[in-house]
């Protein structure tokens, strides 16, 4: 089930289109033929529980991957990996960090920035922009692998951004992050959505970083997308209040539009019931049966 709103790109320019995108390794059908659209200036999650074929998924996005069929346009114009026009309109995060550890800050990302063809004083004056905004300066000369984790996490950003790509992919951008970092990361990808005007494109497992960024969440399942629309489409399609009905050893829910309805039905039980507002777990949970983070 996908809303229409999933499928179109959401009033806006539509930057990225996927159709029927598929791949396999041997057996493993990791991508089943995807289709979706992002567009320019989204912010747009990629939600799925381990395994559901995101990191695949997005590693076609970016070229890392041959799709074994199906198709990728970037602004209208069909993907090719090789041009050097398309590689420059995109910029990577992967899911682990590929620091160079014995490196600076500074050097990870003049070493980036050669590689983009970028020289001189103009790529000093980036550097020194990137590390700013990612506030690194203070740690411009340390060593990468000297860094805490949330800084690595923001180097590997800042030096995605080098080169000023319109679109972002972050596989995973908060995975081994404590909470307290994870939400400084969500205000700097907000930042980074709003203040660079970048298309951002995020995969991620955690349902709240979902909730509280995307504009728009594509939930992949075994490597199919099974639902898609903004955080609060896809809730009121479950129901925006739930019941927690515990009984003996599990505990059972019921779904409702409203909180009038949900209190209705909360009288006429007899066991111990929680009421609250549905979350996209409830969502996921509804669609699969089985919890994202089990
Ligand atoms: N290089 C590979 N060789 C064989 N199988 C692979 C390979 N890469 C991925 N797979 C399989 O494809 C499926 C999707 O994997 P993928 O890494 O895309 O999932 P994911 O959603 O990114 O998971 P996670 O949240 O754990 O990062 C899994 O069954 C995985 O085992
Ligand atoms: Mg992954």
């Avoid at 090789?82 to 995109?90: D, F, P």
């Avoid at 994870?182 to 205000?187: D, G, N, Q």
């Amino acid at each position: 089930m996908i809303c229409a709103e999933a499928i179109s790109c959401n009033g806006r320019p539509c930057e990225i289109e996927v159709q029927g995108l598929t791949r396999r390794f041997g057996k493993t059908l990791a991508v089943d033929s995807i289709d979706f659209r992002v567009g320019r200036g989204e912010l747009f999650a990629f939600l799925g529980p381990n395994g559901a074929g995101k990191t695949t998924t997005i590693n076609m996005l970016t070229g890392l991957l041959k799709p074994d069929a199906g198709e990728v346009r970037y602004q209208g114009e069909r993907f090719d990996p090789h041009r050097l026009a398309v590689k420059r309109l995109i910029g990577v995060v992967p899911q682990h960090n590929n620091l160079d550890r014995e490196l600076t800050a500074a050097e990870n990302l003049l070493i980036h920035g050669r590689l983009f063809g970028m020289s001189g004083k103009g790529l000093q004056q980036r550097i020194g922009s990137c590390l700013e905004f990612a506030d690194l300066t203070a740690k411009r000369d340390t060593p990468a692998g000297k860094l805490s984790g949330g800084m690595k996490r923001k180097l590997v950003i800042a030096r995605a951004l080098l080169h000023q790509p319109e679109i972002l992919f972050l596989d995973e951008p908060t995975v081994g992050l404590d909470p307290h970092s994870r939400r400084k990361m969500w205000a700097f990808l907000r930042r980074i959505n709003q203040q660079q005007q970048c298309t951002v494109f995020l995969t991620t497992h955690y349902i709240e970083e979902a909730e509280a960024l995307a504009d728009r969440v594509l939930i992949i399942d075994q490597a199919k997308i099974i639902a898609g629309g903004t955080p609060e489409q896809l809730k009121r399609s479950a129901g925006n209040y739930v019941l927690d009905i515990y009984r003996e050893d599990e505990v059972q829910n019921e779904f409702f539009a409203d909180r009038p309805a949900a209190l209705q039905r909360l009288e006429q039980l007899d066991t111990s019931v929680r009421i609250r507002e549905t979350t996209l777990e409830d969502v996921f949970l509804q669609l699969t049966g089985k919890r994202i983070a089990p």
